[in-house]
């Protein structure tokens, strides 16, 4: 058995959302604590953004799968880069990919199992750009070990915020919403609560041409459709018990475009009702799924929707009065590269070979060793 050590990690993640590649240089500690020591949002070029969104709408080649699957990789390797010029090499690198396809159902076809993902950036590209050993493709163990392969956070959120002694919930609001449900007594249990920033950044650039909703300001400036909001809350994804997990797949431009046929006129008004579903969407899933068996002391918020004004003020408005509204910076944890840190941290589990998915999260029959070396 090693001896754990502190070791200096490069986390990578590209979320749903696609807006950047986030880089953090990292340090894991052996008591699985994790410092950020530098972060920065890598942009990928224009182009090979367009190509990732046109296999995320399905109108893609296996050509242009494999081809971005390198293409990626080398966007991932300079991204790195840029830190590695500055600090100098890491002892690994984390890399979590770029989702472009998740099927976490359990359908079956000649009794095999079609339950999958799939995620773009092949790491030999990223090792032989950088010269680092890379640990990639965290999902796949847990999916075959029966999981859903998400959320996988839920490890990091478990270790980080069990030693507050509180019952908390740990709220991510990327593209898609996840949240953890740490608590003083009992196990660690989470699930996807549904839309995050998805429906908002698509309805901004559709009407707006803008990537998002800077600071809330558009939401701000309309009223709620409460017909529209009422509709969009039906969706049977949100009365599904967990264990669960969604993405673009599900919440797809299609499942958008449906949902604007029955949308307001105005198209400040399209954000704001955009933005109460996704507080709305995860205060109820609290009160469904988490507030019946345990009573929470604190909600705190990560992700991109912990910069918006808008999306916090309707969560305080929908949340119990007793229960505190924080984020992550409360604790010293970066709202912006939370995921990168959490994918370090499974980095660094796989190198020591420490078991790093939570069943009660992801659905799996056992705890397993997620991700793969290069």
């Known amino acids: 058995m090693y001896e754990l050590e502190t070791k200096k990690v490069i986390g990578l993640m590209s979320g749903t959302s696609c807006d950047?590649?986030?880089?953090?240089?990292?340090?894991?500690?052996?008591?699985?604590?994790?410092?950020l020591i530098a972060?920065?949002?890598?942009?990928?070029?224009?182009?090979?953004?367009?190509?990732i969104f046109q296999i995320f709408r399905g109108e893609s080649s296996v050509k242009d799968i494999c081809q971005m699957n390198f293409a990626i990789g080398e966007c991932f390797g300079n991204a790195c880069m840029a830190l590695i010029s500055e600090y100098g090499k890491p002892d690994l690198i984390?890399?979590?990919?770029?989702?472009?396809?998740?099927?976490?159902?359990?359908?079956?076809?000649?009794?095999?199992?079609?339950k999958s993902t799939l995620q773009l950036g092949?790491?030999?590209?990223?090792?032989?750009?950088?010269?680092?050993?890379?640990?990639?493709?965290?999902?796949?163990?847990?999916?075959?070990s029966g999981g859903d392969g998400a959320p996988l956070v839920c490890f990091a959120d478990e270790k980080w915020f069990k030693p507050l002694k509180k019952n908390v919930l740990v709220q991510n609001i990327g593209g898609i919403s996840n949240v953890t449900v740490v608590t003083k007594d009992n196990d660690t249990f989470g699930f996807d609560t549904g839309l995050g920033n998805i429906m908002i950044d698509y309805c901004m650039n559709k009407f707006f041409g803008m990537p998002y909703d800077k600071d809330g300001e558009i939401a701000r400036q309309g009223t709620i459709s409460h017909d529209w909001l009422n509709l969009l809350l039906q969706d049977e994804y949100y009365l599904k018990e967990p264990p669960k997990t969604t993405g673009r797949e599900y919440f797809s431009n299609t499942y958008i475009e449906n949902a604007l046929k029955y949308a307001p006129e105005d198209k400040n008004s399209v954000i704001t009702t955009a933005t109460v579903l996704t507080a709305k969407t995860i205060v109820d899933a609290y009160e469904r799924f988490v507030f019946p068996h345990v009573k929470i002391d604190e909600v705190i918020i990560g992700g991109g929707g912990a910069y918006n004004p808008e999306i916090m003020k309707y969560l305080r408005k929908f949340l119990p009065a007793e229960i505190e509204l924080k984020t992550h910076e409360d604790y010293g944890i970066s709202n912006n590269y939370k995921e990168v840190m959490a994918f370090a941290l499974l980095g660094y589990c796989k190198y020591y070979n420490i078991p790093s998915n939570l069943p009660s999260c992801t659905g799996a029959r056992k705890r397993v060793v997620l991700g793969k070396i290069t």
């Open 20 to 35: 950047s590649i986030d880089v953090g240089l990292c340090e894991v500690h052996p008591d699985l604590s994790c410092k």
């Open 39 to 51: 972060g920065i949002n890598y942009k990928y070029p224009e182009h090979i953004r367009a190509k």
């Open 94 to 114: 984390s890399s979590h990919g770029q989702t472009v396809y998740h099927y976490p159902f359990n359908e079956k076809i000649d009794d095999i199992s079609l």
């Open 122 to 144: 092949e790491s030999s590209v990223i090792a032989e750009k950088t010269g680092c050993l890379v640990i990639s493709n965290f999902r796949e163990a847990d999916i075959a």
